[in-house]
């Protein structure tokens, strides 16, 4: 006769609780200290390899003006910039790239022989709809395919780099997507275990991504369950008609 989980004592369930919490616990650790090297280990991208566009997403000035130059420098034909306020313009954009770049551009609108005016009249799209990384890939994954384009490079921070290539490419299977990430104006992560604040932020930026790799894991599975299930019933189907 088979036992019933109440006839289980409590100290043994809890126990139980206690190790598999503790497994949970261990595991999550471990990729974030995984997470953590990669992001402290920032390797330079591959700045000579050419994309169709470049992605860059929203949050901050560095990303901004990365994107740009490597505009500029034709590793690419277009980029969107995905992600900005609804009351964002072109102007605005432009002004705010302006801190990251050297002194002596800060005063016009060119930098190091950027002309930026002509740069975002003529190869600068805005996106608006998204409002988060998920959304990012979403809005680059239709403003590319819209244009017909095969491959795209994704310029963000690399602490956000891991979560975003995540969606990025759970969304666009059919585009190869290079990332090029970019050390943050906003947060530095060379020395983090010696800042409790940029830890904190690491940690939490780390749980984001579990959560969306868990979240594709899930889609995924779902899908094969729903496709076996759709399989399963066609010959059945047939059989009764």
Not at 41 to 51: L, N, Q, V
Not at 65 to 72: K, Q, V
Not at 168 to 194: C, G, K, N, T, Y
Request: charged share 25%; with cysteine; glycine share 4%.
């Amino acid at each position: 006769m088979a036992r019933r989980s109440s006839d289980t004592p409590l100290s043994t369930r809890l126990f139980r609780w206690a190790v598999a919490l503790c497994a949970v616990a261990l595991l999550w650790l471990g990729g974030a200290l995984a997470y953590l090297d990669r992001v402290d280990t920032f390797t330079p991208p591959d700045s000579e390899a050419k994309t169709d566009a470049i992605v860059v997403l929203t949050g901050g000035a560095v990303r901004l003006s990365s994107a740009l130059r490597l505009l500029h420098e034709g590793k690419a034909e277009r980029l969107l910039v995905s992600g900005v306020a609804p009351t964002t313009t072109k102007a605005s954009l432009m002004q705010a790239a302006i801190p990251a770049m050297p002194d002596s551009a800060q005063a016009s609108n060119s930098w190091s022989g950027i002309d930026l005016q002509m740069l975002f009249d003529c190869c600068v799209d805005l996106g608006f709809e998204a409002e988060d990384t998920a959304g990012n890939a979403v809005e680059a994954a239709s403003w590319a395919r819209a244009r017909g384009y095969k491959s795209l490079r994704v310029v963000t921070a690399n602490y956000h780099m891991p979560r975003a290539m995540a969606e990025f490419r759970r969304r666009l299977d059919d585009i190869a997507v290079l990332p090029h990430p970019v050390r943050s104006d906003a947060m530095r992560v060379e020395d983090w275990w010696q800042r409790r604040t940029a830890t904190l932020f690491l940690l939490g930026e780390y749980s984001k991504y579990a959560a969306a790799l868990l979240r594709a894991h899930l889609d995924d599975w779902l899908e094969e369950t729903v496709a076996e299930s759709t399989a399963r019933k066609a010959p059945e189907q047939k059989v009764v008609e």
